[in-house]
């Protein structure tokens, strides 16, 4: 089973913890495809016939992106609202993502604690994903997973390695 890993961060270049995720992944060549969305439309202009015949290719989608303002980067957005169009993603002759296995890693800036109802954000990672995990089942995929790290504004080197191993399993489980 094919996997395509969509990045969505705005500065990857000054990124630690998904550009530590990024560089994994290209090590282990054949895992998965790489598809960076912020250097492919700095213009913001996407491809959307080049964008759709990407994931046409591929059985299962991983968005990697940092939590943004509790939600994803707006070109990740912008993603979703054009390139999922009617007719091609859904609606009644649009059924082409149906049945992919739809997943997200998503690195998060502060403690895992903040992220739970009594925590100082009062929303877990799964409740703030809902738009992702809802938008799958609308368009027929299965949401199945999600890959995260925490206190990333301050990660020390050890844990960042193990994570990144962490994440290696987590795209081959995928490809299962």
Known sequence: ??????????????????????????????????????????????DIAKEQERLAKHDNVIFQFPLYWYSYPPL?????DEVFTYGWAY???????????????VSIGSPESAYTIDGYVQYTIDTLLTPLKATSRFVGAQYVATHTLYSTLNIKSDLLETNQL???????????
């Open 1 to 46: 089973m094919s996997t395509l890993v969509i990045i969505a961060h705005p500065d990857i270049d000054h990124s630690t913890v998904n550009k530590a995720w990024k560089e994994i992944l290209t090590e282990k060549g054949e895992l998965a495809t790489i598809h960076e969305l912020y250097p492919a439309y700095p213009d913001a202009k996407i």
């Open 76 to 80: 990740l957005k912008q993603y979703f």
């Open 91 to 105: 609606g009644s002759a649009g059924n082409a993502l149906k049945d992919k296995k739809f997943a997200a890693a």
């Open 166 to 176: 962490d994440y290696v399993s987590f795209v081959q489980q995928l490809s299962k």
